[in-house]
């Protein structure tokens, strides 16, 4: 009977057989030779095994060709499976590459110099170029390993603070306006510095002398045109002095963005009044009185040599040249010391160690505003003619920078 059913199943299958046959071929020729690997046997009972399922089910209807190849691909796919298995159990028979590819890299290419992290090349004639020099990659093997590869980046240049042609800010030096106040007019026996000093220069300014009616209306005034005041110039060195309300004025001209060089004596008289929001400006204070003091003793010292103000137009510049005008008897100056954090600098002093205290000239905001507190006639006009040069052009300078 049962040969009977496996005539009748082999007849109506016939289609399938020569696929079934082929498939037990290639599966013979997949019998590969490893070790506890499944024979052509097993794979053989395995596809039989399936096919004497399907027989059964086929007492209660006929199998289709479907059911036959899915059959056999079971039985391909437990035989690949077990050998699969087989494989990986027996991993430890083959080879496996490592994977501390970094390890190996250094056995095939050793190093034999350390080489510069970056060169850079910046020919006249043709854009930079960054050569870099590219390492060995530690993930990979790179034929391009140590090999200089050309990067283009932009040519940066270094430019200085401010660009302007020379010719620009001599045009604007003698077009300036300039207000001036000196208060030395009352002393015969000598002359102004200050006024001197601009007249060698060859510039333009508004002169109201002594007078402190005309030099606050001035202030108020907003300068020519309302277009407010590039310098303004207070040299109060006669003893009477100015009095404390220029303070704030001179406060209101720096805001509207005009430079100042202030010369003051008595700072030990106002630095708790009107003067104190100006030297906290400043990022200065006042640290002593310097009066009463004999010519020897009136020796200073440049502080910050490198600094414009003693460098431009005018350098190599002493303060040995005392007189005795303000000696002995009167009160020339003050010392004035810099704050926490203070961006002030002190350029000129009587220790020339210390650029923090004992300070008699003082550069802040930005170089619009020169604080001189010693008196200008206990130093000799040759003396003082290149400095007040270089402040005017220093004090000129920062406030084109400023409007620009």
């Known amino acids: 009977m049962l040969r009977i059913i496996s005539i009748r199943m082999s007849h109506r299958n016939v289609r399938v057989l020569p696929f079934i046959l082929g498939l037990m071929i290639f599966l013979t020729g997949c019998n590969l030779p490893v ?4 024979s052509l046997d097993e794979t053989q009972i395995a596809v039989a095994v399936q096919l004497t399922q399907i027989a059964a089910q086929s007492a209660q209807g006929t199998p289709s060709e479907g059911d036959l190849v899915q059959a056999t691909i079971n039985a391909q796919a437990t035989a690949i499976s077990q050998q699969a298995t087989q494989i990986v159990q027996g991993a430890p028979q083959f080879p496996v590459a490592s994977t501390q590819e970094p390890q190996l890299q250094a056995t095939l290419i050793p190093p034999t110099e350390t080489p510069p992290q970056a060169s850079i090349i910046l020919p006249s004639d043709t854009p930079a170029q960054q050569i870099v020099n590219v390492p060995p990659s530690e993930t990979s093997i790179s034929p391009m390993a140590n090999t200089q590869v050309p990067v283009e980046t932009p040519l940066i240049a270094i430019t200085p603070l401010s660009q302007f042609s020379s010719a620009d800010f001599e045009n604007f030096l003698k077009s300036a306006s300039i207000l001036l106040y000196e208060d030395m007019g009352a002393y015969p026996e000598t002359f102004r510095f200050v006024k001197k000093t601009l007249d060698s220069m060859g510039l333009n300014y508004m002169d109201v002398g002594s007078a402190q009616g005309w030099l606050k209306s001035q202030l108020l005034s907003g300068g020519p045109n309302g277009q407010g005041w590039d310098l303004i110039i207070i040299a109060a060195e006669a003893k009477a002095g100015v009095t404390g309300e220029f303070y704030e004025y001179v406060n209101t001209a720096l805001n509207q963005g005009s430079s100042v060089i202030m010369e003051s004596w008595y700072l030990d008289q106002t630095a708790e009044g009107t003067a104190g929001t100006l030297l906290a400006r400043c990022g200065i204070e006042f640290q002593a009185d310097w009066t009463r003091v004999p010519p020897n003793m009136q020796v200073m010292y440049p502080l910050d040599y490198s600094h414009p103000i ?77 400095l007040w040069e270089n402040y005017i052009y220093n004090a000129l300078m920062a406030r084109y920078q400023a409007i620009q």
């Open 310 to 386: 003693l460098q431009t137009p005018n350098s190599g510049l002493t303060f040995t040249d005392v007189t005795s005008f303000w000696g002995w008897n009167y009160d020339i100056g003050d010392f004035v010391k810099k704050t926490f954090n203070s961006d002030a600098t002190l350029i000129i002093g009587t220790i020339a160690t210390d650029k923090s205290t004992h300070g008699t000239v003082t550069v802040c905001e930005n170089g619009q505003l020169i604080w001189q507190t010693f008196s200008s006639h206990q130093l000799t006009y040759d003396v003082m003619r290149p």
């Open 35 to 38: 070790r506890g690997m499944p």
